[in-house]
């Protein structure tokens, strides 16, 4: 084989997996968008998704700003060397981490270091099979850690929240999916897809689960009690209400695979992978002997191009009357104004700060003023020009509940009066923000171009030990815009919808499947 071509192809397929989202993918979000009633808040947010897949396709750059660990699924004819299809995903991996096409996301776990290539003990996983084809097949899926997080096991029996026990059987199996997806809410970037593994051990349960992701949308299961439970679940889960950000809504999930395999007869485990609406998957067809595609996966049907929804959702967004302009430092009067449902708008300055900087902050003085400032849950794309001068690149919000633990006493300590992430915060946090007079803003997860087009310039960087995505980044933005979410007055809506949700799943506690 010709490794130095066969490296460009997989360079090729990890800059189309980051940037470029499936025409399956794209015609479910079109689905969904055109399910929400104009006005809301789902609706608003998909206006935003839209617009933000446009964006990337436009600028050739992440989806999301998460571009999470790059899984490989590899099937190759026998005699091909694995090794040096190895070493060449390695270098096509660390090239499109230097040109900002990926985040640099591997880091040691004991000591915390970010490699700064997306090379390390682990990542990025590559997993290969032997087939008696004559191509190689490689797939690639970009699984952010936010979906990441919301990936749930259960072991059979159990006993489930709103649902009572679920057995082992088809039944109980149903009852776990149907919890997966209520657990998520919004912290998984919902509307989200699901891929279910019955089965194995809990290592090989998983594996069959994400395996499932890497089927088409549409595809039909050839096994008739799985193609039965997949329905049921898409045609009941979006009853739970949770919607698109955990904001309520009609669609909460865009698709569902299961898998099933052999157990032993101890263990009963129902795994589930979580993905959300940034559903980054691509596969190739390689030639084993040049090392060029020779076709590209996935490419069936047509793809949608959300040109015209973004240029209506910008037009409707400055037409949007009841927004609320913020620019730091804010006060608490400010503050106590708002309530939850109220659109802001900010511009000025802001601060990134992820867990690092939130634990940092927890023993040291902060290495700038942060009394009437807003923090930004977000782990940027960054460049740096000849010059010295950085740039960002994608900008999408992260999963803020991790920084639970902390943030409210960060923001009573600094005098922080905004917070900015998304898939709200526990009582904790909205305890602080009463007492302190603060207020949560959720912003659109996996907007990652729509947010980075808010902003300007890039003042400065502290903190740059934690690595890029770790560091607090000085932001200038314009006209950045998110919902609140959490106010100072003791509302949550995602306690809210959590609540409402939870009332729902009971429903489905009867019996479906005998």
């Not at 193609?227 to 045609?235: A, G, H, V």
């Given at each position: 084989?010709?490794?130095?071509?066969?490296?460009?192809?997989?360079?090729?397929?990890?800059?189309?997996?980051?940037?470029?989202?499936?025409?399956?993918?794209?015609?479910?979000?079109?689905k969904a968008k055109q399910s929400e009633s104009a006005g809301t808040r789902a609706a608003m947010s998909l206006g935003t998704?839209?617009?933000?897949?446009?964006?990337?396709?436009?600028?050739?750059?992440?989806?999301?700003?998460?571009?999470?660990?790059?899984?490989?699924?590899?099937?190759?004819?026998?005699?091909?060397?694995?090794?040096?299809?190895?070493?060449?995903?390695?270098?096509?991996?660390?090239?499109?981490?230097?040109?900002?096409?990926?985040?640099?996301?591997?880091?040691?776990?004991?000591?915390?270091?970010?490699?700064?290539?997306?090379?390390?003990?682990?990542?990025?996983?590559?997993?290969?099979?032997?087939?008696?084809?004559?191509?190689?097949?490689?797939?690639?899926?970009?699984?952010?850690?936010?979906?990441?997080?919301?990936?749930?096991?259960?072991?059979?029996?159990?006993?489930?929240?709103?649902?009572?026990?679920?057995?082992?059987?088809?039944?109980?199996?149903?009852?776990?999916?149907?919890?997966?997806?209520?657990?998520?809410?919004?912290?998984?970037?919902?509307?989200?897809?699901?891929?279910?593994?019955?089965?194995?051990?809990?290592?090989?349960?998983?594996?069959?689960?994400?395996?499932?992701?890497?089927?088409?949308?549409?595809?039909?299961?050839?096994?008739?009690?799985?193609?039965?439970?997949?329905?049921?679940?898409?045609?009941?889960?979006?009853?739970?209400?949770?919607?698109?950000?955990?904001?309520?809504?009609?669609?909460?999930?865009?698709?569902?695979?299961?898998?099933?395999?052999?157990?032993?007869?101890?263990?009963?485990?129902?795994?589930?992978?979580?993905?959300?609406?940034?559903?980054?998957?691509?596969?190739?067809?390689?030639?084993?002997?040049?090392?060029?595609?020779?076709?590209?996966?996935?490419?069936?049907?047509?793809?949608?191009?959300?040109?015209?929804?973004?240029?209506?959702?910008?037009?409707?967004?400055?037409?949007?009357?009841?927004?609320?302009?913020?620019?730091?430092?804010?006060?608490?009067?400010?503050?106590?104004?708002?309530?939850?449902?109220?659109?802001?708008?900010?511009?000025?300055?802001m601060y990134t700060g992820r867990d690092a900087i939130h634990k940092y902050l927890t023993d040291h003085d902060a290495p700038?003023?942060?009394?009437?400032?807003?923090?930004?849950?977000?782990?940027?794309?960054?460049?740096?020009?000849?010059?010295?001068?950085?740039?960002?690149?994608?900008?999408?919000?992260?999963?803020?509940?991790?920084?639970?633990?902390?943030?409210?006493?960060?923001?009573?300590?600094?005098?922080?009066?905004?917070?900015?992430?998304?898939?709200?915060?526990?009582?904790?946090?909205?305890?602080?923000?009463?007492?302190?007079?603060?207020?949560?803003?959720?912003?659109?997860?996996?907007?990652?171009?729509?947010?980075?087009?808010?902003?300007?310039?890039?003042?400065?960087?502290?903190?740059?030990?934690?690595?890029?995505?770790?560091?607090?980044?000085?932001?200038?933005?314009?006209?950045?815009?998110?919902?609140?979410?959490?106010?100072?007055?003791?509302?949550?809506?995602?306690?809210?919808?959590?609540?409402?949700?939870?009332?729902?799943?009971?429903?489905?506690?009867?019996?479906?499947?005998?």
């Amino acid at each position: 084989m010709n490794l130095e071509t066969f490296q460009e192809s997989m360079y090729q397929l990890i800059v189309e997996t980051s940037t470029n989202l499936p025409k399956d993918v794209r015609r479910a979000v079109k689905k969904a968008k055109q399910s929400e009633s104009a006005g809301t808040r789902a609706a608003m947010s998909l206006g935003t998704i839209t617009n933000n897949i446009q964006m990337a396709d436009e600028n050739i750059s992440p989806i999301c700003q998460d571009t999470g660990l790059p899984t490989f699924k590899i099937k190759t004819p026998v005699g091909v060397n694995q090794i040096k299809i190895k070493e060449a995903i390695y270098n096509a991996i660390a090239q499109a981490t230097k040109d900002t096409k990926l985040r640099p996301n591997s880091v040691d776990s004991l000591t915390g270091k970010n490699s700064g290539d997306n090379l390390g003990g682990g990542t990025p996983v590559i997993k290969f099979d032997q087939w008696e084809n004559d191509y190689i097949d490689v797939r690639l899926i970009l699984k952010g850690g936010g979906c990441e997080n919301k990936n749930i096991q259960y072991s059979l029996p159990c006993e489930l929240d709103g649902l009572g026990r679920a057995g082992r059987d088809l039944d109980g199996i149903r009852k776990c999916i149907l919890h997966s997806v209520y657990q998520a809410q919004g912290q998984g970037c919902s509307a989200g897809f699901i891929g279910v593994g019955i089965g194995g051990d809990r290592s090989s349960g998983y594996d069959l689960a994400k395996e499932q992701l890497f089927r088409s949308v549409e595809d039909v299961n050839p096994h008739e009690d799985l193609r039965k439970l997949e329905e049921y679940i898409m045609d009941n889960a979006n009853k739970l209400g949770i919607g698109t950000m955990g904001f309520g809504g009609e669609t909460t999930l865009l698709g569902c695979k299961v898998g099933v395999m052999n157990r032993i007869p101890a263990s009963f485990f129902v795994s589930v992978a979580y993905n959300c609406w940034a559903f980054r998957r691509l596969g190739v067809k390689v030639n084993p002997e040049t090392g060029d595609i020779q076709e590209w996966l996935y490419q069936d049907g047509e793809k949608v191009e959300f040109a015209n929804e973004a240029e209506n959702e910008v037009a409707a967004s400055k037409e949007e009357s009841n927004v609320v302009t913020l620019t730091a430092p804010i006060t608490e009067e400010q503050i106590r104004e708002l309530k939850v449902g109220d659109v802001v708008r900010i511009d000025g300055r802001m601060y990134t700060g992820r867990d690092a900087i939130h634990k940092y902050l927890t023993d040291h003085d902060a290495p700038v003023d942060l009394n009437g400032q807003v923090i930004y849950h977000c782990g940027p794309v960054m460049a740096k020009d000849e010059e010295g001068n950085w740039t960002v690149k994608a900008a999408g919000p992260t999963t803020s509940i991790r920084e639970e633990p902390y943030q409210g006493d960060i923001m009573k300590k600094f005098g922080i009066r905004a917070v900015i992430g998304k898939g709200g915060m526990g009582p904790k946090t909205l305890a602080a923000l009463q007492e302190h007079g603060g207020v949560y803003l959720n912003a659109i997860g996996g907007a990652a171009q729509y947010y980075a087009d808010c902003i300007k310039k890039v003042d400065g960087v502290d903190l740059t030990e934690f690595g890029i995505p770790e560091a607090m980044w000085h932001l200038n933005v314009e006209g950045f815009t998110a919902v609140v979410t959490m106010d100072s007055h003791g509302n949550s809506l995602h306690a809210d919808v959590d609540k409402s949700s939870l009332e729902k799943l009971a429903q489905f506690k009867e019996p479906v499947f005998k």
